[in-house]
């Protein structure tokens, strides 16, 4: 019976450094005894977890490693929660997921603690837990199921996307071939840890080939800069809102400074950006700047990473490639024909041991999510001379924004709320940092006033940073169809 063979693997590793954290560099072989410190905390004495939900709100760092790979030895579901999160999200996640322990680091144990004394939730401190003694721990086998990440969708409220041991092992496995991970790779972490971006292709890669992750507990500019120019790093990955704010800081910064961030990255054997489409223009601005081609990949919670440039070969500007190992993928047209050749556009659908098991208590749109075993994306492309060009979503409603995926039906639920709104619709705007920003429009309630900082400031106490809205418009009604629907296309057009 295979088990968590990422966490298997380590102990070949020993000595080798793992984690930097806390001005601190710690070992394979710390990390296995972390981890095993909070496997043992959490049983208390019980032989496993057997699929008990954990969450965790931890900056990145051995405590997030140890956490993570602990939940897992001990046999349980791991539910990284936003660091950003405002408090109802928050409460959506820990209810929604039923989770019955929370482990938090110690700066960051007030934000959760009123939520779990009122639900009755276990809440850790994980500084305390790293250095328990553990007896025996449970086999968990790979079929399990292993984490459970929120992501936004055509619903409200953000789905549970529930993967197994197996599928992280896809994922991971996937990319590691794909881009020629090397234990001699070095790699800055910045991302946020509730997101496959930072869980799977930074922090799961690196950990299975014997890799060295440098933590941060967010994106420091400054800092990760400071580090880019010791050439410290073989690789890098971010989304392109992190690639347009180091070309603004690259163009603003001192001749001298700016050589040594140059050579710092042209020094990197790799560089990747994905969670959003990269505009030609960043990625050609990019390569001018530091010579890196950045090889741009495409991706989702529910699949891990499908579709990628190559390591060797062509990096094409406004594409994201070919199937990564392990993926299938086809394209299908809105009368469901499989797409035969090129240049005709279809939804993706994919398939392969990657693809996430289900979402969390969701049977009915888990099975409409499938067709036929394949996963449907809501993403459409097209295929051009053997590469896949990504050409937006199926719904309206999908934001990306800084590389969060957001739900404008969730916005509007929260802004509609207002005591100033008596109906509301969010759409997002193309945005040369960001991709898209968050924009309301608003009818607003008799005799009501309402402007966008004060509604912003309103925002702040329910959503996260993300999802509060960068442009207001208060109008007297909105653009609608025949059938009295508030058309969206048109929504946009008057902020134009
Ligand atoms: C923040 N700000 C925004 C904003 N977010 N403005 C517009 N739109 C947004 N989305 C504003 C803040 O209010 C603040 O304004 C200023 O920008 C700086 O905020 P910040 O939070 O300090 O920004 P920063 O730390 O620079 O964060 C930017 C970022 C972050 C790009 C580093 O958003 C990020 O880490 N994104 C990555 C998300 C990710 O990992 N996605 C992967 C999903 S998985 P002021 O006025 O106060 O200065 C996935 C699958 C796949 O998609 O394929 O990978
Ligand atoms: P998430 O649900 O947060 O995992 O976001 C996944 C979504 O990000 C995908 O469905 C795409 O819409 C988008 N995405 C990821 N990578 C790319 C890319 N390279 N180009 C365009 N969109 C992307």
């Known amino acids: 019976m295979p088990g968590i063979r990422l966490i298997e693997r380590a102990r070949g590793a020993g000595d080798a450094p793992a984690v930097a954290s806390g001005g601190e560099r710690h070992s394979y072989a710390d990390l296995l005894r972390a981890s095993a410190g909070v496997a043992g905390t959490l049983l208390d004495g019980a032989e496993d977890l057997k699929e ?9 760092g051995l405590e997030y490693a140890a956490a993570l790979w602990g939940v897992w030895r001990a046999g349980g579901i791991a539910v990284p929660l936003s660091l950003g999160a405002a408090a109802p999200e928050l409460e959506h996640v820990v209810t929604d997921a039923g989770v019955r322990a929370v482990l938090a680091s110690r700066p960051l144990r007030g934000r959760i603690e009123p939520l779990c004394r009122r639900l009755g939730v276990r809440l850790l401190c994980v500084e305390d837990t790293l250095g328990t003694e553990t007896s025996a ?43 020629g991970w090397r234990e001699d790779d070095h790699i800055p972490l910045f991302l946020p840890l509730h997101h496959v971006h930072g869980i799977v292709n930074v922090l799961g890669c690196a950990l299975w080939s014997g890799a060295f992750v440098e933590a941060f507990e967010s994106f420091h500019l400054e800092r990760i800069l400071e580090r880019v120019g010791e050439k410290v790093y073989t690789l890098f990955m971010a989304v392109p809102t992190i690639y347009v704010k180091l070309i603004q800081a690259l163009e603003s910064a001192a001749p001298e400074e700016r050589q040594r961030w140059v050579e710092g990255f042209a020094a990197m054997r790799l560089m990747v950006s994905g969670s959003a489409a ?45 199937p990564l190992p392990g993926v299938e993928v086809r394209l299908v047209t809105e009368s469901g024909d499989v797409v035969g050749g090129e240049d ?21 749109v888990t099975k409409t999510s499938f067709v036929d075993g394949w ?22 409603d999908i934001i990306k924004s800084g590389g969060h995926k957001l739900s404008a039906l969730e916005i509007e639920d929260v802004v509609r709320q207002h005591p100033a709104v008596a109906e509301c619709a969010v759409v997002g705007l193309a945005d ?35 999802k509060i809205p960068r442009r207001l418009l208060v109008v007297p009604d909105f653009p609608r169809n025949a059938m009295g629907k508030v058309v969206k296309p048109a929504v946009r057009e008057l902020f134009e």
Do not use: C
Not at 348 to 353: A, D, L, W, Y
């Open 52 to 60: 008990t939900r954990v969450a965790f709100l931890i900056p990145a």
């Open 137 to 179: 721990l449970p086999r968990v086998a790979s079929e399990r199921p292993a984490m459970i990440l929120y992501t936004s969708g055509t619903t409200s409220k953000p789905k549970g996307v529930v993967t197994t041991h197996a599928n992280i092992e896809a994922q991971i496995t996937s990319l590691v071939e794909a881009w």
């Open 278 to 322: 990269l505009p030609a223009s960043v990625h050609e601005r990019w390569t001018a700047l530091t010579g890196q081609k950045l090889l741009e990949r495409y991706g989702m919670t529910e699949i891990g990473m499908g579709l990628s440039n190559p390591l060797h070969g062509e990096r094409r500007p406004g594409a994201v490639g070919q």
């Open 344 to 364: 005709q556009p279809g939804e993706i659908q994919v398939r392969g041991p990657a693809v996430f098991r289900e979402y969390w208590n969701q049977p009915e």
């Open 375 to 396: 996963f449907r994306t809501g993403d459409m492309a097209v295929l051009e001379r053997g590469y896949y060009r990504i050409l937006g979503r199926l719904s309206v």
């Open 432 to 466: 040369a940092t960001w991709g898209e920003i968050v924009a309301v429009a608003v009818v607003a309630e008799k005799g009501t006033d309402l402007d966008l900082p004060g509604l912003q400031a309103w925002a702040g106490e329910r959503l996260s940073r993300d």
